[in-house]
């Protein structure tokens, strides 16, 4: 199985930050790395996949990046409404998720 | 529009079989990439990706829960169901189902989650 380590996996920062979370995979992953957000009590939702392609609709301040097994999702200005847990997803062989890291105002 | 909804128990005891649906609008399971994944999450937890079946009828499970899993779709291509047996109170969670297309594992469009819990 492929584990996947979120850091941190709590994360304070304020508006206008540039906040970056990190994932690192138990094997190479080959850039099969996905982002996820989850708000309080909503259901995930896609924001990068395969590390570094925006999904439709997610402003461009969400970025990825990484190779092999270190992975990055930078927020460039940190907004009030990205306060959230966010999870990274591997899915090049099987499926599996980290843990997440919260993201708060400081 | 795309939008998924599922729907269970609520509640049910310790050893019994779990019981999902998910119901779906805006594409229909038929269409050649289409795959609906069943991902739970217990309260304050990560996710777990559980099940999927494709446009083709292939079935995919999490390696580690695969004996206990069975998913399906109805012959209309709008619902897929999941049934878990010998549930125990590790089974307590959120289910969600959730469209992917292109390979299975972008999940774009999510249900709003059922809530399950294993108690006696």
């Known amino acids: 199985d492929i584990q996947m380590t979120q850091s941190p996996s709590v994360l304070s920062a304020s508006v206008g930050d540039r906040v970056t979370l990190n994932c690192k995979a138990s094997q190479n992953i080959n850039k099969y790395l996905n982002w996820y957000q989850q708000k309080l009590g909503e259901a995930p939702k896609l924001l990068i996949y395969n590390t570094n392609n925006l999904q439709t609709g997610i402003p461009s301040r969400f970025s990825g990046s990484g190779s092999g097994t270190d992975y990055t999702l930078t927020i460039s200005s940190l907004q009030p409404e990205d306060v959230a847990t966010y999870f990274c997803f591997q899915h090049n062989s099987w499926y599996t998720f980290g843990a997440g890291t919260k993201l708060e105002l400081k | ?120």
Do not use: H
């Open chain 2, 1 to 120: 529009q795309v939008t998924l909804k599922e729907s269970g128990p609520g509640m049910l005891q310790p050893s019994k079989t779990l019981s999902l649906t998910c119901s779906f609008s805006g594409f229909s399971l038929s269409t050649s990439g289409m795959v609906v994944s069943w991902i739970r999450q217990p309260s304050g937890k990560s996710l777990e990706w559980l099940a999927a079946i494709d446009w083709d009828g292939d079935k995919y499970y999490n390696p580690s829960l695969k004996s206990r899993l069975t998913v399906s779709k109805d012959t209309s291509n709008t619902q897929v169901f999941l049934k878990i047996t010998s549930v125990d109170i590790a089974d307590t969670a959120t289910y969600y189902c959730a469209r992917a297309k292109l390979g299975g594992a972008l999940f774009d469009y999510w249900g709003q989650g059922v809530m399950v819990t294993v108690s006696s």
